[in-house]
């Protein structure tokens, strides 16, 4: 039997930090919002018991024991008792160092994944529990949609009825930011004069991004383009994601994509990603 499933990317609508705590990790309050944008998860069973193989359609992406994908596999085998062997291969479509959780997504659906061909169960607050040992966002990619999660991200809580219609463009540039890095800078990174922090009011939201201090202060062209987007006719909005690469702009309907692809290559060069999406039902 042959399983196949979407891993969604997300995007951070708000993300508030408001104290780092006693473990290295910080406290937070985040929006986050899955996108149709996603990666390909397959997985068969094959191979001797307890054996994981994984290909990647990008071969820049490591497909050892330092995957995510592996790990997800290796601990549900550890919480359940041996799995049979199982091939998973990866067609990956989100960026990685992107802030668009395309690892995180990955895991969360190999673990399910996992559990339904070998037919075991969890019970949800041990999947949950598994899911946040892999890491802080991994919890959300279980549930999907629009979701507020504290702690340090891993306490997910369903925004039912919230709804953020309208295309939404991202905008990666050709480099990652570390995410241990961005956190370990917030406390003394500074505002670059000129450049507009403060919440925007979407409908009922507010979009705001604590990690945009210590990202722009390093990667000036990020803070750039987020004010680029901000002034064009069609944007209602824009905020880096997460712990960046990624800036985001949320869209009207009727903006027009290619004068805004035209603009954002006039503004930070040719070699860029450019990718329409919208929130996942
Ligand atoms: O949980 P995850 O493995 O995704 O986190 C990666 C790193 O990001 C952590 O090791 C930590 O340095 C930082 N982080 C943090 N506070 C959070 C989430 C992540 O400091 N709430």
């Known amino acids: 039997m042959t399983l196949t499933a979407p891993a969604y990317a997300k995007i951070n609508l708000s993300l508030r930090i408001h104290h780092r705590r006693a473990d290295g990790f910080h406290a937070l309050s985040t929006r986050m919002a899955a996108l149709t944008l996603a990666d390909t998860l397959t997985m068969r069973l094959e191979g001797a ?6 290909t990647c359609s990008d071969p820049s992406i490591p497909v050892d024991a330092g995957n995510l994908v592996v790990q997800a596999v290796t601990r549900l085998a550890a919480a359940t008792g041996p799995l049979p062997g199982l091939a998973i291969h990866l067609e990956k479509r989100i960026p990685h160092g992107a802030g668009l959780g395309g690892g995180s997504s990955d895991a969360a659906v190999a673990l399910r994944l996992a559990l339904q061909l070998s037919e075991r169960s969890l019970s949800e607050p041990e999947m949950r529990a598994l899911a946040a040992q892999l890491g802080s966002d991994v919890p959300f990619f279980l549930h999907g949609g629009i979701a507020d999660c504290h ?4 306490e997910v809580q369903p925004c039912a009825g919230l ?8 905008i990666k540039l050709p480099f990652g930011v570390p995410t241990p890095w961005a956190y370990s800078q917030w406390q003394s990174a500074r ?3 000129g450049i507009d922090y403060q919440p925007q009011r979407l409908e009922e939201m507010e979009l705001v991004n604590d990690l945009e201090r210590p990202v722009f202060q390093k990667h000036l062209v990020l803070a750039l383009l987020k004010q680029t987007l901000r002034a064009q006719s069609g944007v209602r909005a824009a905020l880096m994601s997460g712990s960046g690469s990624t800036v985001f702009a949320v869209l009207t309907e009727d903006a027009d994509l290619a004068s805004l692809t035209q603009t954002i290559h006039e503004t930070v060069g040719s070699e860029v990603w450019i990718q329409p999406t919208r929130l996942a039902g």
């Open 191 to 193: 505002e670059l004069p």
């Open 49 to 54: 018991p307890g054996h994981v193989s994984l």
């Open 163 to 170: 709804v953020l219609g309208g295309p939404i463009l991202l």
């Open 151 to 154: 702690g340090r991200g891993e």
